[in-house]
């Protein structure tokens, strides 16, 4: 795996319980800005991002429990435990406030850290989010039946294809290859305890708590995103309040591996726009 200089690997543990691994660039006293991968991917999910970002920030890209090289523990794998790390992890690196950028189901987990830690987000980013309403979602309940399928090893032309049907636009094949290889360090059980806890068992009550959300918020969402379909995405704009939706053109689900360059345009625009004066 090829890492570009100014990028940092390290581990800590958790009050929570695991170890997670996580990257991290930029100015130490910057602002704080941690990324949050969707299922099955790790810190690297954000690689095209992290070297396009300014370096005035401090850039936290997280492994989240269960994937990568953090710990795998047998339980647990809902949002509120993924919220908890994140949690976790800001007190045990000393960072205060952070701007929350969440890809897919990340964007779910850092939704419940501005629920739950309100006083740890100074702004939100959704990415490609997926939203309460994804039950019945007929990509989504595919992807269940295979999931519950899966025994070890998982097989590396199921990760392929489900990490290809993510994106729209060509990535590098250096990048996408890496990308499989970090899914494949899931064992079986966290792809169904991940798809279980995180993905399937939302309460629809969920969404009347979006309007507690109380920092600004920005959605950034693929107009060929097969997973979570636009009128999801204008009603979580809608439930939250002030956020503000943004559709990219010929753009798949993995909106930050299609689209860095304009992920980091606009989250860096958004930044400097929502800054206390």
């Known amino acids: 795996m090829s890492v570009e200089q100014n ?8 009050t929570t319980g695991p170890t997670l691994h996580y990257a991290q660039q930029g100015d130490r ?3 704080a800005i941690i990324f949050l991968h969707g299922y099955s ?11 396009l970002l300014s370096p005035e920030y401090h850039a936290f890209a997280l492994t989240q429990r269960g994937h990568g090289d ?22 045990a690196v000393g960072i205060e406030e952070a701007t929350v950028v969440g ?5 779910l987990f850092a939704q419940r850290v ?9 702004r939100l980013v959704l990415v490609g989010a997926q939203t ?4 019945a979602n007929e990509a989504v309940m595919g992807l269940q039946e295979e999931v519950r399928a899966l025994e070890d090893p998982v097989p590396p032309e199921f990760v392929r294809a489900f990490q290809e049907g993510t994106i729209h636009q060509p990535v590098p094949q250096e990048f996408l290859d890496t990308v499989v290889s970090e899914s494949l360090k ?8 991940y798809l279980e806890g995180a993905v399937l068992s939302i309460d629809h009550d969920y969404v009347l708590a979006l309007g507690e959300i109380d920092v600004p918020t920005l959605i950034l969402w693929g107009e060929q995103d097969p997973l979570f379909p636009r009128e999801e995405q204008e009603r979580l704009a809608a439930a939250i309040p002030g956020a503000t939706l943004k559709v990219y053109p010929e753009t798949g689900h993995a909106v930050h591996w299609d689209r860095p360059e304009w992920v980091v345009r606009d989250l860096e625009e958004f930044m400097r726009e929502t800054r206390p004066a």
């Open 7 to 14: 990028i940092r690997l390290a581990r800590t543990s958790l």
């Open 114 to 122: 501005a629920l739950s830690y309100p006083h740890h987000v100074s």
């Open 132 to 135: 309460p309403a994804n039950e």
């Open 103 to 107: 890809a897919s189901t990340g964007a």
């Open 70 to 91: 953090s710990d795998k523990p047998q339980c647990c794998y809902t949002p509120e435990d993924f919220a908890a790390d994140v949690d976790a992890f800001m007190d």
């Open 29 to 31: 006293s910057g602002e």
């Open 186 to 193: 899931l064992p079986a059980r966290v792809w169904r305890d």
């Open 41 to 51: 991917d790790s810190w690297f999910s954000f690689s095209r991002v992290l070297p």
